[in-house]
């Protein structure tokens, strides 16, 4: 995503923003800093019965008991500092170094309640998992968000993989941080069950439960999800390689579109290029070296000052002029989708123009063509023809000195906007609009108006906080959905459209587009597993009645009754189900 912008100059701006590219290296650098792996070392396995529900889908490691965790939380809550040593103790201050919301006292207690519940809890690598924890509360810090957030994000697997419950996090950092915390959780399941049945494989599937994902839990828990993925890809090197390619494949189908339709494009690329280095590890490596040699920075550097010259004398005003370069992602696709080779892409060196006025943009037009020469057929004029989705800008391909393909985006400051976070979103116009329920697009635009909200406030503010050094001392917090969002669920009316629901049947997941006061009836008929001898759970709760309407994100679960001579036995087989086969309790409730 774009540096957000404050206001026209008729000079070079005194602040340089920052570029995409930079923006990149500060997220590789942080990532350098900390490297660990991406899951927890596996303990020994408790001994329990084998499992016939999700939530048992694998035993969990043997642990402190969740009162011990729970004290041991408590106790750091009360002495308001971590008990973990010169370890956790470098970390906060790592931490504190690079962000200083994590100065901020619920923070801190956060990051103390962390430690205490992960204490001895180690990944892959050896790091301990409290530095999993941390780094992705800092990935959460560079995009601007909140103590509240920030503090979710530290605490995002206490509740899974610690033993703490939802009451305790309430209690201690409010209800607000429980429900993020509980969100996380939600996706963590949603996403282990989507691993176990292959549903990245399955485009259309895949795509209903990335809109299962936006439409069911706070639109920030996503985002917390998205940064503990991000850093789990960045650190998944210690796993073995079918579990890598595994994660990999789910990366790539489900959690890179879901950053794209955020409008979070860094952490999108990110997540593509991860991804592909695990799926296609020969490939990337041949793409990678082609493209250090291929692309050529001190071009982009050129013809960006170039231009800022250029319109300086003209006496245009201007918000920024930067470079941007196509991911290697994005170019491994489109080689393959259009077979072709490397220096037939047209779009892999870029530049942006962001101007005050629709009439500045035909002005800038004009120097771009008067400073290169233009590629014939390679110029599309969006603002006087908008697409049907009401994206807007001028898109022009020319020759640089070096004979080398440039392309260059003109559009004023609200097209900028609209295209990042309004109806011309850019995960719309490249992926196209599938027919999907009414809350989806006005969720993505929610949360999109507030990642940018964010960064123009930053901006704002402070001129210059967009870059590294600076970003990392501003605190903001993130408004509330139903405070502030003009697409807020409370605004809203019915609309007779489809929902989604989760069905699980014999350990496999599928992703349900249903109508709407469509029963539970209604779908084991369609799904052709009406039978009255099923034990039915609908979001971990046994039901009895078939004629119950499905609301979206319902999670329905059949049970097939154990087929047991003796009575007793039956009895404690059903006993079983009911005690262990549910759901967690947390789950969706």
Same mark, same amino acid.
């Given at each position: 995503?774009?540096?957000?912008?404050?206001?026209?100059?008729?000079?070079?701006?005194?602040?340089?923003?920052?570029?995409?590219?930079?923006?990149?290296?500060?997220?590789?650098?942080?990532?350098?800093?900390?490297?660990?792996?991406?899951?927890?070392?596996?303990?020994?396995?408790?001994?329990?019965?084998?499992?016939?529900?999700?939530?048992?889908?694998?035993?969990?490691?043997?642990?402190?008991?969740?009162?011990?965790?729970?004290?041991?939380?408590?106790?750091?809550?009360?002495?308001?500092?971590?008990?973990?040593?010169?370890?956790?103790?470098?970390?906060?201050?790592?931490?504190?170094?690079?962000?200083?919301?994590?100065?901020?006292?619920?923070?801190?207690?956060?990051?103390?309640?962390?430690?205490?519940?992960?204490?001895?809890?180690?990944?892959?690598?050896?790091?301990?998992?409290?530095?999993?924890?941390?780094?992705?509360?800092?990935?959460?810090?560079?995009?601007?968000?909140?103590?509240?957030?920030?503090?979710?994000?530290?605490?995002?697997?206490?509740?899974? &993989?610690?033993?703490?419950?939802?009451?305790?996090?309430?209690?201690?950092?409010?209800?607000?941080?429980?429900?993020?915390?509980?969100?996380?959780?939600?996706?963590?399941?949603?996403?282990?069950?989507?691993?176990?049945?292959?549903?990245?494989?399955?485009? &259309?599937?895949?795509?209903?439960?990335?809109?299962?994902?936006?439409?069911?839990?706070?639109?920030?828990?996503?985002?917390?999800?998205?940064?503990?993925?991000?850093?789990?890809?960045?650190?998944?090197?210690?796993?073995?390689?079918?579990?890598?390619?595994?994660?990999?494949?789910?990366?790539?189908?489900?959690?890179?579109?879901?950053?794209?339709?955020?409008?979070?494009?860094?952490?999108?690329?990110?997540?593509?290029?991860?991804?592909?280095?695990?799926?296609?590890?020969?490939?990337?490596?041949?793409?990678?070296?082609?493209?250090?040699?291929?692309?050529?920075?001190?071009?982009?550097?050129?013809?960006?000052?170039?231009?800022?010259?250029?319109?300086?004398?003209?006496?245009?005003?201007?918000?920024?002029?930067?470079?941007?370069?196509?991911?290697?992602?994005?170019?491994?696709?489109?080689?393959?989708?259009?077979?072709?080779?490397?220096?037939?892409?047209?779009?892999?060196?870029?530049?942006?123009?962001?101007?005050?006025?629709?009439?500045?943009?035909?002005?800038?037009?004009?120097?771009?063509?008067?400073?290169?020469?233009?590629?014939?057929?390679?110029?599309?004029?969006?603002?006087?023809?908008?697409?049907?989705?009401?994206?807007?800008?001028?898109?022009?391909?020319?020759?640089?000195?070096?004979?080398?393909?440039?392309?260059?985006?003109?559009?004023?400051?609200?097209?900028?906007?609209?295209?990042?976070?309004?109806?011309?979103?850019?995960?719309?116009?490249?992926?196209?609009?599938?027919?999907?329920?009414?809350?989806?697009?006005?969720?993505?635009?929610?949360?999109?108006?507030?990642?940018?909200?964010?960064?123009?406030?930053?901006?704002?503010?402070?001129?210059?906080?967009?870059?590294?050094?600076?970003?990392?001392?501003?605190?903001?917090?993130?408004?509330?959905?139903?405070?502030?969002?003009?697409?807020? &669920?409370?605004?809203?009316?019915?609309?007779?459209?489809?929902?989604?629901?989760?069905?699980?049947?014999?350990?496999?997941?599928?992703?349900?587009?249903?109508?709407?006061?469509?029963?539970?009836?209604?779908?084991?008929?369609?799904?052709?597993?009406? &039978?009255?001898?099923?034990?039915?759970?609908?979001?971990?709760?046994?039901?009895?009645?078939?004629?119950?309407?499905?609301?979206?994100?319902?999670?329905?679960?059949?049970?097939?009754?154990?087929?047991?001579?003796?009575?007793?036995?039956?009895?404690?087989?059903?006993?079983?189900?009911?005690?262990?086969?549910?759901?967690?309790?947390?789950?969706?409730?």
């Amino acid at each position: 995503m774009p540096p957000a912008i404050a206001g026209p100059v008729k000079c070079r701006p005194h602040h340089r923003i920052v570029s995409p590219q930079r923006a990149s290296a500060a997220l590789d650098s942080l990532s350098a800093r900390g490297r660990v792996s991406a899951e927890p070392r596996a303990p020994k396995r408790c001994r329990s019965p084998p499992s016939l529900s999700i939530s048992r889908a694998a035993d969990p490691p043997c642990r402190s008991s969740p009162t011990a965790t729970a004290r041991r939380a408590r106790a750091a809550v009360a002495v308001g500092s971590d008990g973990g040593g010169r370890s956790s103790a470098a970390l906060l201050a790592g931490a504190q170094a690079r962000h200083a919301i994590f100065r901020n006292e619920l923070v801190g207690r956060a990051f103390s309640v962390a430690e205490a519940a992960h204490r001895g809890q180690v990944r892959a690598s050896g790091d301990p998992y409290l530095q999993h924890c941390v780094e992705t509360a800092a990935l959460l810090a560079e995009l601007g968000a909140g103590p509240d957030v920030v503090a979710a994000g530290l605490l995002h697997d206490t509740v899974d &993989d610690a033993g703490l419950d939802y009451g305790f996090i309430s209690e201690q950092f409010g209800a607000g941080v429980a429900e993020l915390v509980k969100g996380v959780s939600n996706l963590s399941h949603l996403s282990k069950l989507a691993r176990r049945n292959n549903t990245a494989s399955r485009t &259309d599937e895949a795509d209903r439960l990335r809109r299962v994902f936006l439409a069911t839990v706070d639109a920030r828990a996503v985002l917390i999800k998205l940064a503990d993925r991000l850093h789990n890809m960045r650190t998944l090197d210690s796993l073995p390689k079918i579990k890598q390619q595994c994660f990999a494949k789910e990366t790539l189908e489900i959690f890179a579109p879901l950053a794209n339709q955020l409008g979070i494009l860094n952490w999108k690329e990110q997540l593509e290029n991860l991804s592909f280095r695990y799926l296609n590890p020969d490939k990337y490596e041949e793409l990678s070296t082609n493209l250090l040699e291929f692309y050529n920075r001190d071009m982009i550097a050129a013809a960006t000052r170039r231009l800022e010259q250029a319109l300086e004398v003209r006496g245009l005003s201007f918000y920024t002029v930067y470079g941007r370069q196509k991911s290697m992602y994005s170019i491994y696709s489109k080689m393959r989708r259009k077979k072709i080779a490397m220096d037939e892409i047209y779009d892999i060196h870029g530049v942006r123009v962001i101007l005050e006025n629709k009439s500045d943009c035909f002005a800038a037009l004009e120097i771009v063509h008067h400073l290169w020469p233009r590629i014939p057929g390679r110029f599309k004029d969006y603002i006087k023809s908008p697409k049907t989705n009401g994206y807007q800008s001028l898109h022009t391909v020319v020759f640089t000195e070096e004979i080398v393909p440039l392309e260059i985006q003109i559009r004023t400051r609200d097209m900028h906007l609209q295209a990042e976070f309004g109806i011309a979103a850019h995960w719309r116009y490249k992926e196209g609009v599938r027919n999907c329920f009414w809350s989806v697009p006005e969720r993505v635009e929610w949360i999109r108006w507030v990642v940018t909200w964010q960064r123009e406030s930053l901006h704002m503010e402070h001129p210059s906080s967009l870059a590294p050094d600076t970003l990392r001392c501003d605190i903001h917090t993130i408004p509330l959905e139903s405070d502030v969002s003009p697409f807020s &669920d409370s605004k809203r009316s019915d609309h007779n459209t489809s929902i989604l629901v989760i069905l699980l049947e014999d350990e496999k997941m599928s992703v349900q587009e249903v109508p709407q006061n469509f029963t539970i009836l209604d779908l084991l008929k369609r799904a052709c597993c009406y &039978d009255t001898q099923l034990r039915l759970r609908l979001n971990c709760h046994v039901t009895h009645n078939w004629n119950q309407e499905l609301k979206m994100g319902d999670v329905l679960e059949l049970i097939p009754l154990t087929p047991c001579k003796s009575g007793g036995y039956m009895r404690e087989c059903n006993q079983m189900c009911d005690h262990r086969l549910a759901i967690s309790q947390s789950w969706l409730s």
